[in-house]
């Protein structure tokens, strides 16, 4: 697998975030309540509150992680390829993973929908991927919770999504209105450079159920369907990967772990990797 | 082309991969009308058989005609994760007279893939109760 970070410093659309959140900030737009209320309506107060709190105590300085990922098909066939990417913060405790997500909903489709869905890609992205990891610098021995979340946005979007009617197939571009919460994690997974983890007969590396790519540990990347979406988890490998994508964009060595969660029937906690 | 207005030919359109989600569904349509759904979901293999009353039938054969069921080609391009596939094939007897396999996401590029999959779906729907796909 080619995993080719890319690292950038970008301020134009997070620096008039920062100085509109930053308590210091003064005084505060209505544009700036605003983009706050927003936050607080995508991510959660208590998010929020730990952005803000990094924003105290450490300068902005936003990592654009970028990574194109492919899966070979058999028999000739067109690959499966998309870049994964999102922003990474360090406050002086957490890692904040976010994602830029443009949803853009079909003519049959309402507003109201589109809202419910939005409300479920965040919290089910809540449960599974926030605040399941821990990294801590090799070199500093620092320690920093990965926090994650998607942020729906018109503008500056990591990856554009459209949302359908119905409950037709979905992939990381295209989402159905009637499919459960848990996947909008799954999909957001693939965006945070997560694979496929069921079988897919066309998929080299997933062909049967005994390939190396193919997990059946209650993985939010594998058959959720049929292992039970409430027990889906993000597993320690994924942490790896994701570890390993933040260190290479950051130029920064880490141990990872995994914390505990609800639902956590397989990976044990305190389980560590190094990347 | 004109195949499909041959009561001997029969028509398979399948949509999804047995080991996610509700699996692969396939339904066959045969000249007469009569139809055959098979669900292969994680190892389970689940059938169900009816037959399209004409108004129906000829309604179909319409939508598959007029949007080119037969000329149906992928378009060769990557996809994204979670894509699945989208095997059709046009029969007589055990001739098969055409066969392709696309990708569900290229119905978001070809508006007539859209619409055979939109006509597939209402169908697998009311012939399943509700239950698929």
Known sequence: MNLHARESEHGADHEPLAAKTAPTAAPRSPAAV??????????????????????????????????????????????????????????????LVTVRVRLVRDGDVTEE????????????????????FELEDLDTHQRFTIGVHVQFVREHEHVTVALHSGARAQDLANWSVQKPPTSRAHELGHQLGMYDEYVDAQVINRATATSPGVYVDHSVMGNYYREGADEAVAQLRHGVRLADAIGRAT???????????????VAPAGDTRVV | ???????????????????????????????????????????????????LDRETHADLIHVLTANDLEALEPLG???????????????????????????????YRDGRLDAIL????????????????
């Open chain 1, 34 to 95: 605003a983009d706050v209320l927003l936050l607080q309506r995508q991510i959660g107060n208590r998010s929020v509150g730990r952005v803000l709190g990094g924003f105290r105590t450490l300068a902005r300085n936003t990592t654009t992680v970028s990574n194109p990922l492919s899966e070979a098909r058999s028999g000739g066939l067109a690959p499966i390829a998309w870049t994964s990417s999102y922003d990474v913060d360090f406050t002086s405790t957490e890692c």
């Open chain 1, 113 to 132: 929908q589109q809202r419910t869905v939005e409300t479920e890609a965040q919290n089910a992205l809540r449960r599974v991927w926030d605040r399941r």
């Open chain 1, 251 to 265: 130029r920064r060595r880490f141990r990872v772990s995994l914390t505990p969660g609800p639902g956590d029937y």
């Open chain 2, 1 to 51: 082309m004109g195949d499909l207005l041959d009561p001997s030919v029969s028509v398979e359109i399948s949509v999804g991969v047995e080991g996610f989600d509700t699996g692969e569904i396939t339904l066959v349509v045969d000249g007469d009308g009569s139809t055959h759904i098979v669900q292969r979901v994680a190892g389970e293999v689940h059938e169900r058989d009816a037959r």
């Open chain 2, 77 to 107: 391009e990557p996809s994204p994760p979670g894509d699945v596939p989208v095997r059709v094939r046009v029969l007589r007897g055990d001739e098969v007279l055409h066969q392709a396999m696309l990708w569900h996401s290229e119905r």
């Open chain 2, 118 to 133: 939109r006509r597939w779906e209402s169908l697998v729907s009311d012939l399943s109760g509700g239950q698929l796909p």
